[in-house]
């Protein structure tokens, strides 16, 4: 199976400012990846890099295992900063034109209107699109070609939540079917929800990337016992001092690992002759790591 994106070094700079530096980026086939990032992370060049629209300053980049050139981009599709449709002519009809244009037969309108659920209104008006419909028009035509990868550049831009709610069930569809999607988004709680794997942009850098799953599952145990530094010397000797820190407030003791130890840890502790007067599960807190590798600038929602 063809790798959809892989870039290597990839490298942006619009005059001084550094847009994209060093990408290496590596999408697996069947997955949504997304790529998140406050505003002028590079979200955007990245994609328009890879799409041909920019070229990159250096590095290398591969869609489907092509190299750029005459035929790369015949099975990718994309949205990217709101496609221009004719306001006049119906939903359906600017699909049909753009059909014809790319040379697919207009026998898959009907089909792209249902997956993205327009079929209702596909003989009105653009002009007379919400914004939510024009995007999910958009989405449309991107589909057109049957593309074995999609590219989306913030798909949920300024819809209302429940359009929202909308792209991400279409866009888990999608996926389910075999289409592999690369989106970009500044929503962490959007990215939580409909990605399998996720890479952190910041000043044109991959700062981190995970699995959904993995970032999940790194909760911690929160102790608090007395004596303090007993309490920290015993739990550092029977854990290892990698999994112990101390907290972030008064006495707290956070260690990393799996909830099911907790009870085992109580034991030790009261064994121990130690007085426990806390032992907590916290859920790994996602926004928190997003606002320490980003500087603050991802949205929680
Ligand atoms: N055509 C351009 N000319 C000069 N600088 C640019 C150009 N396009 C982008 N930049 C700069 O490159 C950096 C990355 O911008 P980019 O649009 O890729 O970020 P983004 O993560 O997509 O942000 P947003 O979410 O705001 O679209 C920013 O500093 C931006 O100002």
Request: net charge neutral.
């Given at each position: 199976m063809s790798t959809p994106v892989e870039t290597t070094a990839l490298t942006k700079y619009y005059g001084p400012t550094?847009?994209?530096?060093n990408l290496n980026l590596t999408v697996r086939p069947g997955e949504v990846y997304g790529f998140l990032g406050p505003n002028g992370a590079g979200k955007t060049t990245t994609l328009r890099m890879l799409l041909g629209l920019v070229k990159p300053t250096s590095g290398r980049l591969r869609l489907l295992d092509s190299?750029?050139?005459?035929?790369?981009?015949?099975r990718v599709g994309a949205l990217i900063e709101g496609p221009t449709f004719y306001?006049?002519?119906s939903g359906r009809d600017n699909l049909r034109v753009l059909a014809d244009h790319a040379g697919v037969?207009?026998?898959?309108v009907p089909e792209v209107l249902a997956t993205v659920d327009l079929t209702g209104r596909?003989?009105?008006?653009?002009?007379?699109?919400?914004m939510g419909m024009k995007q999910r028009l958009g989405l449309a035509a991107a589909l057109l070609k049957s593309p074995e990868l999609l590219v989306l550049d913030?798909?949920?831009?300024?819809?209302?939540p429940a359009g929202m709610a909308d792209m991400r069930v279409t866009v888990r569809e999608l996926a389910a079917d075999g289409c592999t999607v690369l989106l970009s988004s500044h929503l962490l709680a959007e990215v939580e929800q409909v990605c399998d794997r996720v890479g952190v942009i910041n000043e044109g850098r991959l700062v981190l990337e995970s699995t959904v799953a993995e970032l999940r599952s790194g909760g911690t145990l929160r102790v608090r016992a007395a004596p303090f530094e007993r309490a920290r010397g015993h739990l550092e000797s029977r854990l290892?001092?990698?999994?112990?820190r101390v907290g972030d407030v008064d006495s707290a003791i956070d260690l990393h690992v799996d909830a099911a130890q907790a009870a085992e840890i109580n034991h030790g502790l009261v064994g121990a002759g130690l007085s426990v007067s806390e032992l907590r599960w916290r859920e790994p807190d996602l926004e928190e790591t997003f606002l320490r590798l980003t500087g603050g600038g991802v949205s929680a929602d």
């Open positions: 550094v847009a994209v530096e190299a750029p050139g005459p035929r790369y981009l015949d306001p006049y002519l037969s207009r026998s898959r596909a003989g009105d008006r653009y002009a007379t699109y919400s913030e798909p949920t831009n300024g819809l209302d290892g001092v990698a999994r112990v």
